[in-house]
């Protein structure tokens, strides 16, 4: 561990005042986690779940905390619209919730939807479970989860989503996440709490957008909660602002009969890092995932996920795509692991990249870890070019060269999107896909 | 046949060994430093007076002092790594006795553990071999000076130096000096730091410019690979166009306590060279409930120094409470080739966190990894392997391949490949399974009147055959025979 308080970033994130609150159960869960946050400070790459991504860079940046004037900060709404997609929706400007720019009137039936800030002052309570949940489980990972105590230190606001039992929200609630430039370089945090209740069904769309030239420093915690039966989808696209830096650590539970399907799309960002962790708790759950990472020029964008089957019959898949170009740098780790007990299991994990050149580099680790025997458990990953012999077909066809690399590196990120369900946030996605590629 | 004369040559350098031991017992050591040693060994412990000990009976020239004591030294600032997914009791590094001479031995079969000998003869080793093996003292009938000079004279003849390390540092020391750590440095990992400063003994081969080995060398030709305990150190060299195969047998349970085992191996191929290196490890694994056994700490290491190089591990890891084990090479010339084919089967409480590491640095290399892991009762085996493409590994490929059989409800079985490319001409794939015998594999076998414990053991003879296949054919039967032995009692 390097030296907690002389390292700027750590001194700043300290520096900061807490939320106030009011509330005794909250302050001093926050300032528990802060004091956690102050004895491991950054983990450094000798940490395991770190050792592809350093934090030199970003230990040496200070950053004002959270945006006071985020409330009257200008933001084009036509940046906000997705194709395919009108329902409820919540945006956030540095970390603050804008009802201005939020549809929260004429909510179906069955669903709740708030900015954590105002439940907090209404009606903290219910929370509170949660909340010291989520503090005992980032103890267990000591440096490791590092962002994970600053948010829950720091965080005043987020999305809390609930759906109630059976009910079915048609349309996709919209989550919005905008970084604007404000007066000195920002660090703020997001806490979302998303709950379906038995045999529910909601579709919810994350979008990290911004498209200021200041460095900042956003964490997000967000904890998922699936009850039996119900059925989650998840897309999540992050195009954040290229000097944002973005550390995001979901955690979903999935009981009894669930499904939770989730694609990712990571775009953006200078440093981001997605801690994405699913329990299969109850029998018979199922989880899809599907996501592309495409860094180029310097960005360094790292996905961790970790799959535990913890119960009967559960299934996942999970298929990831990355594409490194220019000097970037793309690490993927993919760990399955199959508790004891866990009989019925069957996991495959896949994660194939592409390296467009010779300054960019990837790092994959895909990990099994079985106890249990009645397991049907595979990975694979590989690193490498385009298919040479699709290359040479395409070219006999008259497609120069460049042309056919584009067209096969674009089906081969596009290819993630194909279940998709929404075939307008498909193209849509699939267009940015396309556009991140070099011409 | 082969056995045979194997033992009878071991014998005969045996014979030898032991009197350069005796020689170098009589001297007193130079810098004052005088220490009663008998045949027992030296005490338990550890400091540089240990380190001076260990190179003062082996009657090594100072520049061998000095590197021991540098590794010493170096050893004594390092930690001690826990990123292994293995659980180990602390060791005491002073409780142990660094140079081991040779055990209390049996004066005769009837002596020996019937246990032993049950699992010999399962394994259809000779009567004398067993003898051997079992650690009693080799009856001088068996003994044959002309076989074992016939082998040495052929050897001499084509130009290859095979002997022990402790030989090659008085007689070829410039060679040593020239390659001996310069594969696995002195300070690369905790182990292979102790391992330098308090080596007993090992092998040392160097197979001269174009010399194709006329023969497979064996730990065997040497009896006193039975002796030389816990540390040692092998070198192998191959200079350009040398081809060589060398074997490493641990065929037989030691009846040893829970006890450090910590080996260096260092490869060398320049231009063109091939070398194939072939382990079959099966030191005393503990009980069946988890007492005793090896800790089976060992760095081996290949360079693919030269050009058009290759460099082949096969192993089968069968024996060990413990093991640490990452057999890598280094693809430093253009167009060398890495293999790595392992088995390794875990039982009872045993844990293997065993793998391979290929650097790629040279163009056009080629790697290739198959493992096989076989879980069973409550141990705990895991692949744990790394493949880089640094800048320059234009071209490279590599490949591989990893599958875990679990039998039995309470093992575990996992995987941990790391892969980092910096290349984008480079083409890394990797597949990876975990999979229980299928109930209709089983039902296939058993309803064609095969005993359950034989069809387990065929399946796993199918499922371990492409490292099978790479061995040389002796060990190939051996192996197989092993993991019938070692799976006993896993089903049922």
């Known amino acids: ?439 | 046949m082969n056995e045979i004369m194997n033992e009878q040559s071991s014998t005969a350098t045996a014979l030898r060994d032991n009197a350069a031991v005796a020689e170098a017992l009589g001297r007193s050591y130079s810098a004052g430093f005088v220490t009663q040693i008998e045949m027992t060994g030296l005490p338990p412990g550890l400091d540089e007076d240990t380190v001076r000990a260990i190179s003062a009976v082996k009657g090594e020239p100072e520049w061998m002092t000095n590197w021991r004591l540098d590794a010493f030294r170096h050893w004594q600032t390092m930690p001690k790594p826990d990123w292994a997914k293995l659980n180990i009791d602390p060791i005491d590094y002073q409780a142990i006795s660094y140079y081991a001479a040779p055990k209390k031995q049996p004066k005769s079969l009837d002596e020996v553990d019937p246990a032993l000998l049950e699992t010999y003869e399962k394994l259809g080793i000779p009567l004398h071999e067993r003898a051997a093996l079992a650690g009693v003292a080799v009856d001088a009938v068996f003994d044959s000076v002309s076989v074992g000079t016939t082998f040495r004279k052929q050897l001499a003849d084509a130009g290859v130096l095979f002997c022990s390390m402790s030989e090659a540092i008085r007689e070829y020391p410039g060679i040593v000096q020239k390659y001996l750590g310069s594969v696995v440095p002195t300070g690369d990992n905790f182990f292979a730091a102790l391992n330098s400063a308090v080596f007993s003994d090992g092998s040392f081969v160097f197979i001269p410019k174009g010399v194709r080995c006329p023969m497979e060398l064996s730990t065997y030709f040497r009896i006193n690979a039975q002796n030389t305990g816990q540390f040692e150190r092998t070198l192998i060299v191959a200079e350009e166009g040398a081809h060589v195969s060398y074997l490493e047998g641990c065929t037989a349970p030691k009846r040893d306590e829970n006890q450090l085992h910590a080996a260096v191996v260092e490869l060398v191929a320049l231009e063109k060279a091939q070398i194939k290196y072939s382990t079959v490890q099966n030191w005393y694994p503990g009980d069946e409930n988890g007492v005793g056994g090896i800790y089976n700490f060992v760095t081996k290491r290949g360079d693919c120094r030269g050009d058009d190089s290759k460099i082949s591990w096969t192993q089968v890891e069968t024996g060990s409470a413990i093991t640490w084990k990452y057999p890598s090479v280094v693809l430093r010339g253009d167009r060398s080739v890495g293999e790595f084919y392992s088995v390794a089967l875990t039982h009872h409480f045993q844990q293997a966190d065993t793998g391979t590491k290929m650097i790629h640095l040279g163009k056009h290399t080629k790697s290739k990894i198959v493992s096989k892991g076989i879980s069973a009762g409550r141990s705990s085996n895991s692949y744990r392997g790394l493949v880089k493409m640094e800048k320059g590994a234009e071209g490279a490929r590599n490949y591989t391949q990893c599958d875990s059989l679990l039998i039995g409800k309470q093992c575990g079985a996992h995987t941990f490949p790391y892969m980092e490319v910096k290349n984008p001409s480079a083409i890394v794939e990797h597949e990876a399974t975990t999979s229980k015998i299928s109930d209709e594999q089983m039902f296939y076998c058993r309803s064609r009147g095969i005993a359950e414990e034989d069809a387990v053991s065929m399946i796993v003879d199918g499922f371990c055959k492409q490292v099978f296949r790479e061995l040389p054919m002796e060990f190939a039967v051996e192996a197989k025979k092993l993991l019938e032995v070692s799976l006993e009692g896993a089903v049922g």
């Open chain 1, 1 to 439: 561990m390097t030296q907690p308080a002389t390292l700027p970033l750590v001194e700043s994130l300290l520096d900061a005042p807490l939320p106030a609150s009011g509330i005794a159960w909250l302050d001093a869960a926050r300032q528990e986690s802060r004091d956690a946050f102050a004895s491991t400070g950054l983990p450094d790459t000798r940490v395991e779940a770190w050792k592809y991504t350093a934090l030199r860079g970003l230990a040496q940046r200070r950053f004002a905390h959270g945006d006071a004037t985020a409330s009257g900060r200008a933001v084009d709404p036509s940046l906000l619209a997705l194709p395919g997609v009108e329902g409820a929706r919540l945006v956030f400007v540095n970390g603050v919730f804008r009802a201005d720019l939020s549809t929260l009137d004429a909510l179906p039936d069955g669903l709740t939807l708030q900015p954590l800030s105002r439940v907090l002052k209404d009606d903290a309570e219910p929370l509170r479970f949660g909340w010291s949940r989520s503090a005992t489980r980032a103890e267990a990972h000591g440096a490791a989860d590092a962002f994970a105590r600053i948010n829950a230190a720091s965080a005043a606001d987020g999305m809390v989503l609930r759906v109630a039992a059976r009910a079915t929200i048609a349309a996709p609630v919209q989550l919005v996440f905008i970084g604007a430039d404000g007066e000195g370089e920002l660090a703020w945090h997001a806490r979302n709490l998303i709950e379906l209740g038995e045999g529910a069904s909601l579709t919810l769309i994350e979008q990290h957008l911004g498209d200021g030239g200041q460095a900042q420093l956003a964490t997000f915690v967000s904890d998922i909660h699936v009850g039996a039966g119900a059925k989650l989808h998840h897309v999540t696209l992050q195009n954040a602002a290229s000097a944002a830096n973005l550390i995001r650590h979901s955690h979903l539970r999935l009981q009894a009969r669930s499904e939770a399907t989730l694609h990712v799309v990571e775009l953006g960002g200078a440093l981001v890092r997605h801690d994405l962790q699913v329990e299969l708790l109850g029998d018979g759950a199922k989880l899809h995932t599907r996501g592309v990472f495409m860094p180029h020029g310097r960005q360094h964008i790292d996905t961790q996920l970790a799959i535990r089957h913890q119960a009967l019959n559960t299934a996942s898949s999970s298929n990831w795509r990355g594409v490194a170009n220019d000097r970037a740098r793309g690490v993927f780790r993919g760990a399955i692991v199959v508790a004891p007990g866990a009989d019925g299991s069957d996991a495959s994990l896949s994660n194939k990249n592409l390296l467009l050149s010779a300054g960019a580099e990837i790092d994959t680790k895909p990990e099994l870890e079985i106890y249990a025997d009645e397991v049907q458990a595979a990975h694979g990953a590989t690193v490498g070019q385009l298919d040479e012999r699709s290359l040479f077909y395409l070219r006999s066809r008259g497609i120069p060269l460049a042309e056919a690399r584009a067209l096969l590196t674009a089906a081969f990120c596009r290819a993630m999107l194909d279940d998709l369900p929404n075939p307008d946030l498909r193209e849509h996605l699939s267009g940015l896909l396309i556009a991140q590629l070099p011409a």
